[in-house]
């Protein structure tokens, strides 16, 4: 797997589980689903993502999408 499919999957499961928690914890979770999407649609733009730099870190192969 390279690091964009890992980026997408990861947060998808993070909105996923944001929604989970908000459902039957607290809506307050929902917080978690708009901060994993602010950081799509600013790593979109400006190509920083955190958690890419962390996987190519661990040795993922780079992607169309964080090629760096």
């Known amino acids: 797997m ?3 499919r890992v980026v997408l999957g990861f947060a998808g499961s993070m909105v ?3 929604v989970a928690l908000g459902w039957w914890v ?3 979770w929902l917080w978690l ?3 994993v999407g602010a950081n799509l649609l600013q790593s979109s733009f400006t190509g920083f993502c955190p958690l890419a730099m962390i996987l190519k870190g661990l040795g993922f192969k780079p992607g169309c999408a964080f090629p760096r």
């Open 2 to 4: 390279n690091i964009d």
């Open 16 to 18: 996923l589980l944001s």
């Open 26 to 28: 607290a809506p307050a």
């Open 33 to 35: 689903a708009v901060f």
